[in-house]
């Protein structure tokens, strides 16, 4: 299979790297390399990306693009993301194929989280 026009890598604005950097890795088991203060690469995430600093803002909306990721257990895994302090902007609802919430992490952008 070709990589021609497959995303391949992800960057999140965040007002808290490092804050983003410890939710994701202990809820979602990714992995993070540094580049310095301000920017942060993760891996096992499915597709590679990144967050960097933005400030004490993001320097575009948060949510202008709603990335969603998938979970085996989404009960499990809202228990994960609300014991963190996260704020849960929809609670678990259905929709065609499935249910899913929404979360805002801690570097200030909104996430889903599906399941079938």
């Not at 301000?38 to 990335?67: C, H, I, K, M």
């Not at 194929?97 to 952008?109: A, S, T, V």
Request: include cysteine.
């Amino acid at each position: 299979m070709s990589d021609h026009h497959n995303i391949s890598y992800i960057e999140f604005p965040t007002i808290k790297i490092s804050e983003s950097k410890i939710f994701f890795s202990k809820v979602f088991g990714w992995s993070f390399t540094d580049y310095g203060d301000d920017y942060t690469s993760f891996s096992e995430a499915g597709v590679n990306g990144g967050f960097y600093s933005s400030g004490s803002q993001p320097d575009r909306p948060p949510s202008s693009v709603l990335v969603v990721l998938y979970s085996e257990n989404l009960e499990a895994t809202l228990a994960g993301v609300m014991e963190e302090g996260c704020t849960i902007t929809k609670d678990i609802f259905e929709f065609p194929g499935g249910r899913r919430f929404h979360f805002i992490e801690p570097g200030g952008n909104e996430i889903g989280v599906w399941s079938e």
